[in-house]
């Protein structure tokens, strides 16, 4: 089982917004497109994208997911922290692109037979 | 157990109020997670109910979110003061948006927002009058499994 925190810590992320840093990172869905995750998303799923508007924060609420990496050195309008922290909802960011993210998150998911 | 008078919320939503989207159906979502609706009946609900939300933020001047839980189903009605919709057939196809460039940009308008509630609903009713708005009749039956007591 792979908390949100290992995450963080393990690719080494800015933590932006530490909500349930302990919930279990369930998998993984990638995507800039809002209602794509709200089609193909799944409850627990750490989400990576370009997205910095405060609607992710809804989007993660909605879909029960368990945080939000943004990648390429993006950083979270200030609307979506502070409507994160009232949520609750972890938001971490990396300099990393998305694609790299995403193989370092695939193999450490896969590492712990998520 | 079971519901014997229907629970009933309302909210305004405003065009544009990007910042708040969400909230309604926020609230409907934790609602049904108090009164022990099955996983598969609120993540549904909530989907359909958040897209239906953010039509009416992304469209519409102004509108209104009314829900409705009864024993048996869960009533959504969503009424809109907006641009209506000219081609229903056409803005339920996958892909279809009429959205401005800007939403596009937030990740919203790529045509996905109605098939979505479609798919998540067990009727779905659209009526809609060009230049005056839209109301959007969204049942999901429901089960009611344990009302918790808090």
């Known amino acids: 089982m792979l908390k949100v925190?290992?995450?963080?810590?393990?690719?080494?992320?800015?933590?932006?917004?530490?909500?349930?840093?302990?919930?279990?990172?369930?998998?993984?869905?990638?995507?800039?497109?809002?209602?794509?995750?709200?089609?193909?998303?799944?409850?627990?799923?750490?989400?990576?994208?370009?997205?910095?508007?405060?609607?992710?924060?809804?989007?993660?609420?909605?879909?029960?997911?368990?945080?939000?990496?943004?990648?390429?050195?993006?950083?979270?309008?200030?609307?979506t922290v502070r409507k994160a922290e009232s949520e609750n909802i972890t938001i971490l960011t990396t300099n990393r692109t998305t694609f790299e993210t995403a193989g370092l998150l695939y193999n450490m998911l896969m590492a712990h037979g998520s | 157990?079971?519901?014997?008078?229907?629970?009933?919320?309302?909210?305004?939503?405003?065009?544009?109020?990007?910042?708040?989207?969400?909230?309604?159906?926020?609230?409907?979502?934790?609602?049904?997670?108090?009164?022990?609706?099955?996983?598969?009946?609120?993540?549904r609900a909530a989907i359909a109910a958040f897209e239906a939300e953010m039509n009416v933020i992304i469209h519409a001047v102004a509108g209104t979110m009314h829900y409705s839980i009864g024993s048996e189903e869960l009533k959504i009605t969503l009424t809109d003061m907006g641009p209506g919709i000219e081609d229903i057939e056409l803005a339920m196809r996958e892909g279809y948006s009429t959205a401005p460039d800007w939403v596009r940009e937030m990740g919203w308008g790529a045509g996905m927002g109605l098939p979505n509630i479609k798919r998540n609903s067990d009727n779905l009713k659209i009526d809609s009058v060009v230049g005056e708005g839209t109301t959007l009749e969204i049942i999901i039956s429901i089960r009611i499994i344990a009302i918790r007591k808090d």
């Open chain 1, 5 to 79: 925190t290992d995450i963080a810590g393990g690719l080494g992320l800015d933590i932006r917004v530490s909500g349930d840093m302990h919930r279990e990172a369930a998998g993984c869905y990638i995507s800039d497109l809002l209602s794509d995750v709200m089609a193909h998303g799944k409850e627990g799923d750490i989400w990576i994208t370009l997205q910095t508007h405060p609607n992710i924060v809804a989007v993660a609420v909605i879909k029960g997911l368990s945080g939000i990496i943004i990648t390429n050195g993006r950083s979270p309008e200030p609307d």
């Open chain 2, 1 to 43: 157990m079971h519901i014997t008078d229907s629970i009933e919320g309302f909210f305004q939503l405003m065009g544009g109020d990007f910042t708040n989207a969400g909230s309604a159906s926020g609230e409907l979502k934790s609602t049904l997670t108090k009164l022990g609706v099955s996983q598969d009946v609120i993540r």
